[in-house]
């Protein structure tokens, strides 16, 4: 097997046996990289030097004997992700040349344990899209069609994995950034319970909802990488302080008799085909494996796109009035106070952003904030209460992540609702604070990835992963590569 075909748990046991090291590894990845950069865009900066440097340095690590799971292993991160002394710009013009003073908290987990950065990850700006075509560096192409879009906003994490371009990455999943592109681009991805994940330098989108997690090429990974940059930080007082479970443990014990719900209003007429037959065998497939299926009701799913273009807006009008060119990020040339605020943000932004902050302010203004902001926040509880209800039945639930397979590059970049709408199977979750993963479950006639949505109970990762590793070990989906 080549190094750039290898999974973190490959690649660890290779790098443990002293097969190859680290800096052998992360020199295949850049050459990869350097490959086909050009095909796919999936990076906004990479570094090289400071990469080989780290895998150096995890050599010596090895070689003393401390070989961790990810001592040693190339990652690559979103650039999303507060990461000291290298640039970090959110996908937006207007942190362009911003080179943060600290790094978030999650990457420095994965750090101490001894990965390496091969560099930062494309993404919508500010995560605010769900096909990467927002970006201010480019559309990420997706691996497995290049006229296609990799999924948003985490599309360069997903695309990356996909083109064999670093062994794992990390996304953020707000209303389905991490599970979309991994289902679009064929991989594993994981959007664990809010607060399970520390959010400390991770640049805010909608705070309530903004949740750091994996993407990896199997479920066995994406246990290592969640078991790593899970537990409580002092910093994030929004992150919890419940013990981190040994996920990788507990991957094996199968599915007989696990109950899995499927939520009857994400079965729609309007899914595609290809879609509803992957979902068909998928359940199936559980089935066989000894799995039971409940019909549940999900009855607030309708109004969740709604809900959460309010409340994810709302939150981003007010986390994003931090840019206004006074201590950083872009500044224009201006003519006093008010003048450099309103230059600096209108061409530091893009228009997606702008829509956002302006749908998001409106909703916060008063004599609205009671119709629109307020009203959100109820249905959200309507929400999670169906979550609540629907999950004393049912361990987990089975859904679709899209609607549709990956879609080409333009066609929905000027229709904005139908954009907003492609997130419905996606939203809910982030709504009710709960986790949920995407894995590979077929591909549709014209050879694009679809992947199967597994949601979990708060906390209950160990039940998804489970339910995920079943499902990939009777299956052979994961292993496909893009032909890139
Ligand atoms: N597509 C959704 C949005 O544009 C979700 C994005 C995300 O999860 N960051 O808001």
Not at 401 to 412: D, H, L, M
């Amino acid at each position: 097997m080549t190094i750039i075909d290898m999974t973190i748990h490959e690649l660890h046991a290779a790098l443990k046996g002293k097969q190859i090291s680290s800096v052998e590894a992360t020199t295949a990845l850049l050459e990869r990289i350097t490959a086909v950069e050009p095909q796919v865009g999936s990076f906004i900066t990479v570094t090289p030097e400071q990469a080989l440097a780290a895998a150096k340095a995890a050599d010596h690590r090895i070689a003393s004997g401390d070989c961790q799971l990810l001592t040693g292993i190339p990652l690559a991160i979103k650039d999303i992700f507060l990461t000291e002394g290298i640039r970090t710009t959110c996908g937006s013009r207007i942190l362009e040349n911003f080179i943060p003073p600290y790094s978030a908290t999650s990457w420095e987990k994965l750090r101490d344990c001894g990965a390496v950065l091969l560099g930062k990850l494309n993404q919508d700006e500010f995560a605010m899209g769900s096909s990467n075509e927002s970006s201010a560096y480019g559309t990420t192409r997706n691996p497995w069609d290049t006229t296609c879009i990799p999924g948003g906003s985490s599309g360069g994490s997903a695309a990356s994995v996909a083109a064999r371009q670093a062994v794992a990455t990390l996304g953020t999943d707000t209303g389905g950034s991490i599970r979309q592109p991994a289902s679009h681009c064929g991989c594993v991805g994981l959007k664990p319970t809010y607060g399970r994940v520390s959010r400390y330098g991770v640049i805010a989108y909608a705070s309530s909802l903004d949740q750091v997690g994996p993407l990896t090429r199997d479920v066995a990974d994406c246990a290592i990488m969640l078991e790593a940059i899970a537990g409580h930080d002092p910093k994030d007082s929004t992150s919890v302080d419940t013990p981190v479970p040994n996920y990788s443990a507990s991957l094996t014990q199968g599915v007989k008799g696990m109950k899995i719900g499927l939520p009857k209003e994400y079965f729609i007429d309007g899914l595609d085909p290809d879609v509803q037959k992957a979902m068909d065998a998928a359940i199936d497939t559980y089935r066989r494996l000894g799995a039971e299926f409940v019909e549940i009701s999900l009855p607030n799913t309708d109004y969740a796109v709604a809900t959460y273009y309010l409340i994810a807006t709302a939150e981003a009008s007010s986390n994003l009035a931090r840019y206004d060119g006074v201590r950083f990020g872009h500044r224009a040339e201006a003519d006093g106070l008010l003048d450099m605020y309103t230059k600096s943000r209108s061409e530091g932004f893009g228009s997606e952003v702008k829509r956002r902050i302006m749908i998001g302010t409106y909703a916060l203004s008063s004599g609205y904030y009671d119709a629109y902001y307020v009203k959100a926040q109820k249905v959200r509880t309507l929400i999670m209460n169906d979550f609540v209800k629907a999950f004393a039945d049912v361990d987990v639930m089975l859904t679709p992540v899209a609607p549709t397979p990956a879609f080409k590059i333009g066609e929905k970049i000027n229709d904005p609702l139908q954009m907003y709408l492609s997130d419905i199977f996606t939203i809910p979750v982030n709504l009710a604070g709960t986790c949920a993963m995407s894995l590979p479950a077929g591909f549709s006639a014209a050879g694009l990835p679809i992947g199967l949505q597994l949601i979990g109970k708060p906390f209950g990762e160990e039940s998804i992963l489970r339910a995920g590793y079943a499902f990939e070990q009777a299956t052979e989906w994961h292993i496909r590569k893009a032909t890139i």
